[in-house]
């Protein structure tokens, strides 16, 4: 088992910035990929950043990493825009092939125009 929770959001203006945090916990965490997913108001939820890769939208603007000694990964989010608005979920998968096993609880990121 793996649990997950988010944290970070908030509200912010428009070209602001924010960290988001999932902390990993569990056995076997270090061998699960852990990603980053959102889903806006009325929306389905969207994949939006793994190591080294991004949706077209936040490319430039998002960042993902991963501290191995604290079982986090991170999103910096730079350059908000009010279309960023979100519940903002991690979730793990055991490889890049696999379906996400295991999902975070959400946190919220608002941003104003």
């Known amino acids: 088992q793996v649990q997950l929770v988010e944290s970070g959001g908030g509200l912010v203006q428009a070209g602001g910035s924010l960290r988001l945090s999932c902390a990993a916990s569990g056995r076997t965490v270090s061998s699960y990929n852990i990603d980053w997913f959102r889903q806006a108001p009325g929306k389905e939820r969207e994949f939006v950043a793994a190591?080294?890769y991004y949706t077209d939208s936040v490319k430039g603007r998002f960042t993902i990493s991963r501290d191995n000694a604290k079982n986090t990964v991170y999103l910096q989010m730079n350059s908000l825009k009010p279309e960023d608005t979100a519940v903002y979920y991690c979730?793990?998968?055991?490889?890049?092939?696999?379906?996400?096993?295991?999902w975070g609880q959400g946190t919220q990121v608002t941003v104003s125009s």
């Open positions: 190591i080294g």
């Open positions: 979730a793990a998968r055991r490889t890049l092939a696999s379906t996400w096993d295991y």
